[in-house]
């Protein structure tokens, strides 16, 4: 276990950082590009837009591989420190289960499909859920992280052996 110590650390580091990338970004573009690219013409605005989501999708896409790969290796680490503990397990769970909505709705903002036409076209109201349900995210791993869980109680690994007293003789 102690030679994979660099590719925890290094699967560690890539999985934040690329959060931090991703809501960064995210958060940037919903509260200060939006608003500022609204001043612009209608033509340029469009110009704009096309040219950025062409650039976001690859960091978006790219993002999302990553975050899946390093935090599958991350949780296969973490198991068997974790083993028994039901909160653990639950919240992940739940963080799981958020990641994979905000995959799919920055994945819908970016894309070009038809079905998702309606989406994009209150893609701020999408974005500021991507932010608030990145932000539980954040809160959940923030929590684990730190929590101290309750110890487990010993379980004997062998029976324990009952001494018998030497019975008391009657005079």
């Known amino acids: 276990m102690e030679n994979l110590f660099a590719l925890d650390v290094l699967s560690r580091i890539a999985h934040v950082a690329t959060a931090i990338v991703l809501v960064g970004g995210t958060v940037f573009m919903r509260f ?3 608003p500022a690219a609204k001043e612009l013409p ?5 110009q704009l837009r096309q040219r950025l989501l062409a650039r976001w999708k690859r960091v978006v896409h790219g993002g ?3 975050l899946l790969l390093s935090g599958l290796f991350n949780y296969m680490q973490q198991i068997p420190k974790h083993k028994g503990d039901g909160l653990y397990h639950a919240l992940l769970g739940t963080k799981m289960l958020l990641a994979l909505v905000v995959f799919f709705i920055a994945s819908a903002l970016v894309g070009r499909s038809a079905a998702f036409e309606k989406m994009r076209q209150s893609r701020a109201n999408w974005m500021g859920v991507i932010v608030l349900l990145s932000a539980l995210i954040v809160g959940i791993s923030g929590f684990v992280k730190v929590r101290v869980p309750k110890p487990k109680l010993a379980v004997p690994t062998e029976p324990r052996q009952v001494e018998k007293l030497p019975a ?3 005079s």
Not at 42 to 46: G, I, N, S, V
Request: aromatic content about 0%; proline content about 0%; cysteine-free.
């Open 64 to 66: 999302i591989a990553l």
């Open 168 to 170: 008391a003789t009657s």
């Open 32 to 34: 200060v590009l939006m």
């Open 42 to 46: 209608e033509a340029e605005h469009d």
